[in-house]
């Protein structure tokens, strides 16, 4: 595996940054006061109303998860995964093999209302809270949802990587991670959001993640490449 750039500063950034990290309530991790959040999720307001994520991101999150979101699976081998080339939305491509060495996040969201435009800013936010160590990727691949809803554009200037298209089961991307994962699990309507390890060996996979969960699964990877320096 190649060295990835800027690691042999990342003991001094985890000390520094990290504890300056403090991630307050917002419209990424509570839902706004005064509102029946329970009653409109149970409504499938989640998918179906623009406003009701960015109004009640937490129930929402709780509403569309599974008993189980979290799954895991190991590659025995090299990583194929830093093989693919795939184009982003400006038709630039992307070579995975500049991954090697990050932690990353590959987010596979349906396009539905509300739901897809709020999670595009979400990983927006959780690139920003890591961008200093350098070693942090997040790409998003938009899903087959609902016609006419869209990711929305990411901001000016955004390193978060968004892929062109709009993909399903039969994605060369998404059918090489949802087999890391134990058969029958995956559902591509669901939003899947996949943690790679930054040697690509270990894939992970959690259901309808928020700010809290990509908070806690960076954070373990990064651990473990700091006490690997």
């Not at 990290?21 to 706004?32: I, Q, T």
């Not at 709009?166 to 029958?184: P, R």
Request: aromatic share 10%.
């Amino acid at each position: 595996m190649k060295a990835a750039a800027h690691t042999y500063l990342l003991p001094l950034i985890l000390f520094l940054f990290f504890p300056c990290v403090v991630v307050a309530s917002n419209k990424f991790d509570e839902d706004k006061k005064g509102l029946n959040c329970k009653e409109v999720a149970e409504k499938d307001y989640c998918t179906k109303d623009p406003q009701t994520y960015f109004d009640c991101p937490a129930t929402c999150a709780e509403h569309l998860r599974p008993q189980r979101p979290h799954w895991g699976g190991f590659e025995r081998k090299e990583s194929p995964f830093y093989e693919f080339n795939i184009k982003d939305v400006n038709g630039k491509t992307i070579r995975f093999e500049d991954f090697d060495g990050h932690v990353t996040v590959v987010a596979l969201v349906p396009l539905y209302p509300g739901l897809a435009p709020f999670h595009r800013e979400l990983l927006e936010h959780v690139f920003d809270i890591y961008k200093k160590t350098f070693v942090v990727s997040i790409v998003i691949l938009p899903m087959k949802g609902q016609d006419g809803v869209t990711m929305g554009a990411l901001k000016e200037g955004s390193k978060v990587k968004m892929l062109e298209g709009v993909g399903d089961e039969e994605h060369e991307l998404v059918k090489y991670l949802s087999k890391k994962i134990q058969k029958g699990v995956f559902d591509a309507s669901m939003l899947n959001s996949f943690i790679i390890s930054p040697e690509g060996t270990h894939v992970e996979m959690h259901i309808s993640a928020d700010l809290s969960t990509y908070r806690q699964y960076i954070d373990s990877h990064l651990k473990d490449l700091d006490d690997e320096l």
